[in-house]
């Protein structure tokens, strides 16, 4: 099976080397005549000598007719910034649509303007910028070709000012803010507008409808008059003071009382190879994780959002698969602290990026867990036009350990390593993806059925998209720095999917998916399966309408409590099989009362049913409060011991946007799984450019009866200090 995946993978890189799709469109950016304010208005001479970018194409709803909505862009650039001014004129006079003055907005859900730069013009890597049509700003890093990461931040500025007929974004970009290389002329650039209200979105080069904006395979090119300035000496220190209060009333404990501090450091060492250090990094200003109801027998993934972790995160963490990474960075620093951390990455030239990451977590004597050090190293090489190869090696190791002959404490592994290969394929055109990856793990007395092979292969067009994944996963295969929950299993998933295209009527888009997925044993017995028909059907005004029926089958290969409650437990060996149908209905973003809705009904374990109903509910008084409201709910009938059990998971959140460097917002997630209610409340004043004070509440209390459990106030400030 290997050899037959690796096959076609080597025709098609055959294919891969080809001339960039929309080279012939190109901006010639200049040095600017004179100094240039960021206000929103285009009143400095330095823009009248500068190219422009107009006459943009439209994407969405259909890829076939130039833009109704008209975009000029111009760009200049002096010794230390790059600037940029979008000009979005409208076609239908009226207020904007947006969603709130909050930094990374929902791109589908505001009017904007955003544009990505493509540094080192590879297709694969690069930036992200932009701002809605009230000035909440844009900004992300970018990886494989199109995926925008938008927990990436940097220090750059920009205003927007609204007219009658339109609204100009004016911006301006440190030099110090970019990964470059020194004397590259010429770098990938594209520019995104959506205008909500007449339901378009467009873009300065063409692109097909299937692929987003985003797409670094089609960009067009920036072409420098001389090669840019070196960023310079890039240093910045970021420091945090930080003072806290917190009581554990579950435990009965003291108050603790919290004074702390600590610093994150960033070396540029080129323009194109960043070094980041942590010293007691504190992440007590992260949103809370969105909670779900956990009916998996699997643990559930919930993504990175600490800053130190997050730039150049793709090298790290995109190695492997949805269920198969070798490296997780939340398995560090989430249950003991971080004593300091460094990370080397960024490119080294068109063809080289690479990765180093090296962090210590103190000890817990408490659990008998040791100071342990996690180390990454990844290297990529570029292949033909947007290919690469990558290798990755983990290290955790235990620090002066021996397990303590106190049987009531834990155990913890000496160490434990992974090195894996991974190939990523990459079409020109975008049409042709995939990856096919083999990792070995390194762990004390395994020595037998420590390794995973993965590959996928997919082809996409305006029509059709058809794919092909498949995963085996040995017995002994370890990844305890990685996401892996599941083990000793051959996974094979086809996919196809169809879509048709009226020519007039209020629907856009309309067709069906299939797929389904199987589990076997290493001796091809199926101990799973979900084959699932799926039909969509996209609106004009945006609106999405689906309907899917299922059908499962299940082998438990270990106990299993279908309420997740710690109930009496299925036992190992049971079958069992359902059918299932569902719906859901997304609205049109242009109003500003806005909603979604999906449902499930059908069979469940153990001969059951089981019905679950969910809605998203939103209203904005734009642009300075979106309140939204989040609910879930599953009934599950099932024979005795279990009964008929519900579940509510309920979610408001209130956003308060008072400007876009001042954001306040309250989020309650009452889960009746957990038996908890959680309230986050979280005060954001951006008081400079990436410097912060922060006010965080947090409680939690008991569903029933309404008692708290545990309560903590932080107040935190961060200060971005460049040289």
């Known amino acids: 099976m290997k050899n037959l995946l690796f096959l076609p993978f080597c025709l098609l890189s055959l294919y ?62 002096d010794a230390k910034k790059i600037y940029i001014i979008a000009i979005c004129y409208l076609k239908n006079p009226g207020p904007y649509m947006v969603e709130s003055l909050r930094r990374d907005f929902n791109f589908s859900k505001n009017d904007n303007f955003i544009f990505f730069i493509d540094p080192f013009d590879d297709r694969t890597n690069g930036f992200t910028f932009g701002a809605n049509a009230a000035g909440a700003q844009w900004d992300g890093s970018e990886y494989n070709g199109s995926v925008v990461d938008l927990s990436w931040d940097n220090k750059w500025v920009s205003k927007v000012k609204n007219y009658p007929d339109k609204w100009i974004f004016e911006a ?64 910045s220190v970021i420091p945090y003071l930080l003072s806290g209060l917190s009581k554990d009333y579950d435990h009965a404990t003291p108050s603790n009382y919290r004074k702390d501090f600590g610093a994150d450091a960033k070396v540029a060492l080129t323009s194109s190879l960043n070094l980041d250090m942590t010293v007691n990094p504190d992440f007590s200003q992260v949103e809370v994780d969105k909670q779900v109801t956990n009916l998996d027998r699997y643990e559930l993934f919930f993504p990175e959002k600490r800053q130190f972790f997050l730039e150049n995160a793709d090298l790290f963490a995109n190695f492997g698969y949805a269920n ?24 080294l030239d068109k063809n080289w990026r690479m990765g180093i990451m090296d962090m210590k977590t103190k000890a817990d004597p408490a659990k008998g867990l040791p100071e342990q050090n996690f180390t990454v190293v990844a290297l990529q090489r570029r292949l033909f036009s947007r ?112 879509l048709f295209f009226p020519k007039k009527g209020v629907i856009l888009s309309h067709g069906p998916v299939f797929s389904s997925t199987f589990f076997f044993t290493k001796s091809f017995i199926r101990t799973d399966n979900e084959t699932l028909i799926d039909y969509k059907i996209n609106l004009r005004s945006q609106g999405i309408i689906d309907a ?47 909603y979604a809705f999906s449902s499930r009904f059908g069979g469940y374990y153990a001969n059951g049913n089981r019905l679950n109903l969910t809605a998203d509910v939103g209203y904005r008084f734009q642009p300075f409060v979106n309140i939204t409201l989040s609910a879930n709910y599953n009934h599950i009938d099932l024979p005795k011991p279990w009964g008929q059990t519900s579940f509510w998971l309920i979610g408001p959140r209130i956003d308060v946007t008072l400007t876009n460097t001042f954001f306040f917002t309250t989020f309650v997630q ?54």
Do not use: C
Request: charged share 20%; net charge positive; aromatic share 14%.
């Open 387 to 498: 290919s690469n190869i990558r290798l990755m090696f983990v290290n955790k190791q235990s620090l002066q350990y021996g397990p303590n002959k106190d049987s009531s404490q834990q155990l913890y592994s000496q160490y434990n390593r992974n090195l894996g290969l991974e190939y990523n394929l990459a079409s020109p055109n975008n049409s042709f993806s995939g990856k096919a990856m083999v990792v070995k793990s390194f762990s004390p007395g395994k020595i037998d059925g420590d390794f995973v092979h993965a590959a996928n292969l997919q082809y996409i067009n305006k029509k059709w998209i058809i794919a092909w994944q498949h995963e085996i996963v040995g017995k002994n295969y370890l990844a305890e720095v990685g996401y892996v929950p599941r083990n000793d299993y051959i996974k094979i998933n086809p996919l196809i999917s169809h």
């Open 16 to 77: 891969t080397i080809a001339q960039k799709k929309n080279s012939s469109y190109q901006l010639h950016i200049h040095k600017a005549s004179s100094p240039i304010q960021i206000d929103g208005e285009m009143n400095e001479s330095a823009w009248k000598n500068t190219d422009s970018a107009d006459n943009f194409f439209m994407v969405l709803p259909m890829d076939t007719s130039r833009a109704t909505v008209k975009t000029t862009i111009r760009m200049a650039y």
């Open 172 to 235: 301006a970009i440190p030099f110090t803010s970019l990964r470059y290389k020194k004397g590259i002329t010429q770098w990938g650039i594209n520019f995104s507008r959506m205008d909500i209200k007449v339901a378009e979105k467009s873009s300065w080069t063409p692109i097909p409808r299937q692929f987003t904006t985003s797409a670094l395979a089609y960009t067009g090119t920036l072409v420098w008059d001389e090669a840019p300035p070196e960023a310079g000496g890039n240093i």
């Open 670 to 723: 009452y889960n009746d799984q957990q038996k908890n209610v959680n309230l986050n409340t979280r005060l954001q004043w951006r008081y400079k450019p990436a410097s912060d004070f922060f006010i965080v509440y947090t409680d939690n209390y008991y569903t029933a009866p309404f008692y708290v459990r545990n309560r903590a106030l932080v107040l935190k400030i961060t200060f971005w200090w460049n040289k």
């Open 324 to 347: 198969i990474r070798p490296f997780f960075s939340r398995r560090i620093g989430l249950g003991v602290p971080i004593s300091y951390g460094a990370r080397l990455s960024g490119s």
């Open 548 to 594: 899917w029926i299922a059908h499962d089958y299940v082998d438990l290969l270990k106990p299993f409590d279908p309420t997740n409650t710690g109930n009496v437990m299925l036992p190992i060996g049971s079958q069992h099989s359902w059918n299932a149908w569902g719906t859901s209905y997304i609205s049109k973003p242009q109003k500003l009362f806005t």
